[in-house]
């Protein structure tokens, strides 16, 4: 399986950002799909995660702020990020989760929230 994520970028305090992954391969194996982050010094995070029946897990940092969802294939994995703020800066990987719990991570992508 591989992970391909886009998205990331530069965005004021309050402003929103959409990431994308998109999985290739053996997609098959994909049974839940997430998000997690890092600062650096720090240890990477879930952010968010949706499984194949889209079922919804989300940190409490984000609730209600972000939105995690996958597409009508199953092998795209979105999270719709609003009223951002500066404590979101990270690099964000995408990241996917075999039946067997294997998991699969995608290149980070850099969110930076600053004025």
């Known amino acids: 399986v591989q992970l391909q994520a886009s998205g990331g970028g530069l965005v004021q305090p309050g402003g929103s950002l959409r990431l994308s992954c998109a999985a290739s391969?053996?997609?098959?194996?994909?049974?839940?799909m997430g998000w997690y982050r890092q600062d650096p010094g720090k240890q990477r995070e879930l952010v968010a995660s949706?499984?194949?029946?889209?079922?919804?897990n989300y940190a409490d940092s984000v609730k209600g702020r972000f939105t995690i969802s996958r597409g009508n294939a199953k092998s795209t994995v979105y999270l719709q990020m609003n009223s951002l703020k500066p404590e979101d800066t990270a690099v964000y990987y995408c990241?996917?989760?075999?039946?067997?719990?294997?998991?699969?991570w995608g290149q980070g992508t850099l969110v930076t929230v600053s004025s």
């Open positions: 990241n996917a989760r075999s039946y067997n719990y294997v998991h699969y």
């Open positions: 949706i499984t194949s029946s889209n079922n919804t």
């Open positions: 391969g053996s997609i098959f194996r994909i049974n839940v």
